[in-house]
């Protein structure tokens, strides 16, 4: 026997029946008692049209859901045979299973009937497969940005800046005054050792009285 392929987004084949049972029973009775009670508010009578939805839902959402779920439960159940048989799981499996549970469900109208209901089926089944496999490749075709297709990172552009020339002036002397008073102190062990700071002044003008 060959090798079987395992599609690991599902669950295995004994646990799938009963999931995709609950899971069609749920869709069915979501959309059931939402069609159902907007036609028990249109056929209801003016004062009455909320308990009349009210009612029509009560009365026809579990028999769609149980639908559903009869369905469901079928196709699950043809899909792990055709797994079991073919040994391996692709999207023809679905379609098989898809035209068999239609013509099962209708095989007591007759052989027209089942026939029609198993066609339809399985196209029913080859379009949902069909869209699920663009749509797969879609998102497979888009560029992966984790790796080399990464955009890449704006240039760094470095200006140079002129530097400006000192000009000379009483800033130019007050910052030469406190580099002279950075070399001279010392700081030793925590202790600063106090400097005498001496301005280089030019002496005082001697006034004239001649």
């Known amino acids: 026997m060959g090798s079987r392929t395992v599609d690991m987004t599902r669950q295995p084949c004994p646990d799938r029946i009963l999931e995709d049972a609950g899971g069609a029973f749920g869709m069915g009775a979501v959309g059931g008692s939402a069609f159902h009670f907007v036609k028990g508010l249109y056929n209801s009578p003016n004062g009455h049209r909320l308990a009349g939805g009210a009612t029509a839902v009560r009365m ?10 009869v369905w469901g439960c079928l196709f699950s159940t043809f899909d792990c045979a055709m797994v079991h048989a073919r040994r391996k799981e692709d999207p023809w499996n679905s ?7 239609g013509g099962l469900l209708s095989l007591r109208r007759g052989l027209l009937a089942t026939g029609r ?14 869209a699920g496999i663009m749509i797969n490749g879609f998102y497979a075709e888009q560029p992966n940005y984790h790796g080399q297709y990464a955009p890449a990172a704006p240039p760094v552009v470095v200006e140079e800046v002129p ?13 030469g ?5 950075q070399q001279q102190g010392t700081i030793t062990g925590g202790d600063l050792k106090p400097e005498v700071l001496e301005l280089d002044l030019p002496p005082a003008a001697i006034p004239s009285f001649d």
Not at 60 to 69: H, K, Q, T
């Open 60 to 69: 026809n959402a579990p028999r769609v859901g149980g639908s559903f779920a």
């Open 95 to 101: 379609i098989a299973a898809g035209a068999t549970t």
């Open 117 to 130: 209901s198993a066609f339809f089926g399985g196209v029913l089944l080859a379009l949902i497969e069909g």
């Open 163 to 175: 530097a400006v020339a000192d000009q000379p002036g009483p800033a130019r002397w007050l910052r």
């Open 177 to 181: 005054l406190l580099e002279r008073k």
